[in-house]
Structures are given as structure tokens and as C-alpha cells.
């Protein structure tokens, strides 16, 4: 594909305005790299509610009508529910608009195929907006990790807590596509939020030649089932391994600002390690970076640990790129790819009992 960088600010769209419109519209605000033009979502609430940060954007109700209105556009924040992923992109795409993504890319490899095809098919860009990959503390972390500090490494530990109470407000709405998804054999802790942690395996190790998966399930109302207790195993191939352990705690109490996760990255080398302590949530409230080597422990007190800055760079940095062409997308469209080849190796090793799968090796 070839692409052009703008010699001027981007023109974006946003559409989807729901909860997590909130930090993705934290990279657009005083940014000499994109002007906003359009706000697309149809519910009228959360465009009457959304137009008060961009006064002069135009607002929406579908993708048709403002494809139809003349309004030039160059890129689009597509803040879309899960389920309206792939025909949504191939729509925004069709219409000759990079397009910024939210995560997961999508439920299958065939529908991948599609959204794949279709940017190819447009010489578009489609990105697969991935903010960890831009979370200060591990940002860090992959520092410490290739300076050699902790020694060479032997393998990590990822912990994820999903706890019932704190956090902010999610809408009675986003749980029917949840749901949805929930019923197709998506679980929103290991393939929608953990979509997030199999990146920064790929991001910090590389390539994973090998997966084992236990994948559980908690129901926790009628018919719905939350994918916890899991535990999921892999090799990169590196030899490194992996291994990350998903827990839910109804009744654990955790403070935060956003959603109520409790994530820790924990890095062993042969001479030490280096933990990232928090992330989405305010678990342990220590410097979120710590370096243990040669018997003397080092913290970081200084990141920018909030997890929204996370949202921020990572949008700048797509920003940045469709301004200038600085790269790598972090994620382009065939590195999300590799994420779900990830999360199905995971679903398919669980379904044969914890055998190993070759990402690879699924069709
Ligand atoms: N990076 C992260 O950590 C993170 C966190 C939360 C959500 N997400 C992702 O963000 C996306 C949106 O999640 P959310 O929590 O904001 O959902 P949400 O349900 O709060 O918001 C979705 C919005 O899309 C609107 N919408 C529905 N159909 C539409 C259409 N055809 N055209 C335009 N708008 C439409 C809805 O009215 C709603 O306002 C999902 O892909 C989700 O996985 C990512």
C-alpha cells in the first residue's frame, strides 16, 4: 500500500461516542495534527453531549450520512461496539478513510481476511489502536528488559484481577454487545480486555510458536458466564516463556478511575527482575515500576502511571504518523492479526484439553 502523510492537519471523525470516547479524545484535544470535522453516533444524548468539546465538528447519526453530506475526512476514531467491527471498518474504509481502530480487530481470521482486504482494496491504513503498547510503566519495562539489567530472561508472570466493585460508570448498553460477544465464545477478560496483555507478550518478547490454554468460566447471572478462572501458558520463539493467570474477585473493592482491573507484568532474568505493579486500576499503590538486580531494589516514582495517557500517546502517536509518516503503527492491521492468531490458539488449545497450538498452524 502506498500512503501519503497530510502536509496539513488531519481531518478526523469520531464515531462511536460511548465510554471509552472519553480517553481516546484525550490525543485529539490541542493537537496541531488533526482538526475534528465529525461526530457520528446515533444516539442524539451522546452527540448533544460530545459536540461541547468540538463545537465546530458536525454532528451525525450514521456513517451513510455523513459519507453523503460532502464533509471531507481523512481518518476516522472508530470507537465502535465489538460486534459491528468488521462491517463498520470495511464501511469507514470504503469510503477512503484511514481508520484507527479500537481493539480486538475482530472475532476470526476470515473476518480479518475482509477487514485486511478492504484496507488493501482502498490504499488505506487501518491501524488497530493498541494504548499499552504506550503505558509509561511498560514502556519502561521493555527499557530495563533490553538493557541487560535483570540479566538474560528466563520467562514472565501477567496477573490480571477482574474485580466487582469501583471504577467508573460503564452503560446498561455496552453490556448487550458484551454479552453478545460473551455468546459467541468471546470472554471480555481473556479475548476483549486481554487482547491488551497478548500484545504486550508479542510487543516485549516477539513471535509465540507454542500456546497451552485452560479457560474457565464463573457465571454470574443467568445464562452469562465471565472467563475466569484461566490460565494461559505460551512460548515465544525465543524460548522465552510465558504465563498469565486471569482471577475474578466479585466482591474485592479496587480503586481506580477507569475500570476496575488489577494488572501486574512481572519479568524474570538471571540476575533479577522488573515488575510493573499496576496499570488499569490502583491495586498496589507503589511506584508502578520496580527493578529488582544484585540484591538492591530500584522503583520508578516518576512515570506518567495513569492509565489514560496511555490513550492519549498512542492516538498522538497515529496522529503523528498520518501527519508525517512516522511509523510503526503499533498495531498495523497484520500485527492485530498476530493478537488474534493469539487469543484463537488459546481457545483452541483449552477446547482440546490444554494442548499446545501453534498460532501459526490455524486456518
Ligand atoms: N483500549 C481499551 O482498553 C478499551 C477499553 C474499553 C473499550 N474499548 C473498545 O472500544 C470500543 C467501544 O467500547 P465502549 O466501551 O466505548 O462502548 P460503548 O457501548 O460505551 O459505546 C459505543 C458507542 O457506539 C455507538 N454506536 C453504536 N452503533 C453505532 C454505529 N453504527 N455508528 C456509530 N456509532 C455507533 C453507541 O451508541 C455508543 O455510543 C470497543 O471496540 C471496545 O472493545 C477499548
Known amino acids: 500500500m502506498t500512503f501519503s502523510p497530510y502536509d496539513r492537519p488531519v481531518r478526523a471523525a469520531f464515531v462511536g461516542l460511548g465510554r471509552i470516547y472519553d480517553l481516546n479524545m484525550r490525543a485529539y484535544v490541542d493537537n496541531p495534527d488533526v482538526e475534528v ?12 453531549e460530545r459536540q461541547s468539546d468540538w463545537p465546530a465538528a458536525r454532528t451525525f447519526a450514521t456513517v451513510a450520512e455523513l459519507a453523503s ?5 481523512d481518518a476516522v476514531e472508530a470507537l465502535l461496539p465489538i460486534p459491528l467491527h468488521v462491517e463498520g471498518v470495511i464501511e469507514l474504509l470504503g469510503n477512503g478513510w484511514h481508520v484507527n481502530l479500537q481493539k480486538p480487530l475482530c472475532n476470526d481470521l476470515a473476518s480479518a481476511s475482509r477487514m485486511l482486504d478492504a484496507a488493501r482494496a482502498n490504499d488505506r491504513q487501518l ?7 504506550f503505558y509509561e510503566p511498560l514502556v519502561k519495562l521493555k527499557e530495563v528488559v533490553e538493557s541487560g539489567e535483570i540479566g538474560e530472561v528466563g520467562g ?3 496477573k490480571m484481577v477482574a474485580s ?6 460503564v452503560p446498561g448498553s455496552s453490556y448487550e454487545w458484551q454479552f453478545k460477544q460473551i455468546r459467541e ?6 479475548f476483549d480486555d486481554g487482547w491488551h496483555k497478548l500484545s504486550t507478550a508479542l510487543w516485549l518478547f516477539g513471535p509465540v510458536r507454542e500456546v497451552r490454554a485452560w479457560i474457565g468460566g464463573t457465571e454470574v447471572m443467568p445464562g452469562i458466564a465471565i472467563d475466569a478462572p484461566s490460565t494461559i501458558v505460551w512460548e515465544h520463539e525465543s524460548g522465552i516463556r510465558g504465563v498469565w493467570d486471569i482471577t475474578l474477585a466479585p466482591d474485592m473493592y479496587l480503586r481506580s478511575d477507569y475500570y476496575t482491573n488489577d494488572e501486574r507484568w512481572e519479568v524474570t532474568g538471571r540476575r533479577g527482575y522488573a515488575r510493573v505493579n499496576r496499570c488499569t486500576g490502583r491495586g498496589i499503590q507503589q511506584p508502578s515500576l520496580d527493578v529488582y538486580a544484585d540484591g538492591e531494589m530500584r522503583s520508578y516514582h516518576a512515570l506518567d502511571d495513569d492509565w489514560a495517557s496511555s490513550f492519549r500517546d498512542s492516538g498522538r502517536h497515529w496522529l503523528r504518523y498520518l501527519h ?3 511509523g510503526p503503527l503499533l498495531w498495523s492491521g497484520e500485527e492485530a492479526v498476530s493478537v488474534l492468531r493469539f487469543a484463537l490458539a488459546a481457545y483452541a488449545s483449552s477446547a482440546a484439553g490444554g494442548t499446545g ?3 501459526a498452524s490455524l486456518q
Open 37 to 48: 470535522v465529525a461526530l457520528v453516533d446515533p444516539s442524539e444524548e451522546r452527540r448533544a
Open 357 to 359: 497450538v501453534d498460532p
Open 164 to 169: 466487582g466493585l469501583g471504577g467508573w460508570e
Open 127 to 133: 491501524r488497530v489502536m493498541e494504548n499499552y503498547v
Open 185 to 190: 465464545g468471546r470472554g471480555i477478560l481473556v
Open 324 to 326: 508525517t509518516g512516522q
Open 156 to 158: 514472565y508472570h501477567l
Open 69 to 73: 453530506s460532502g464533509l471531507e475526512v
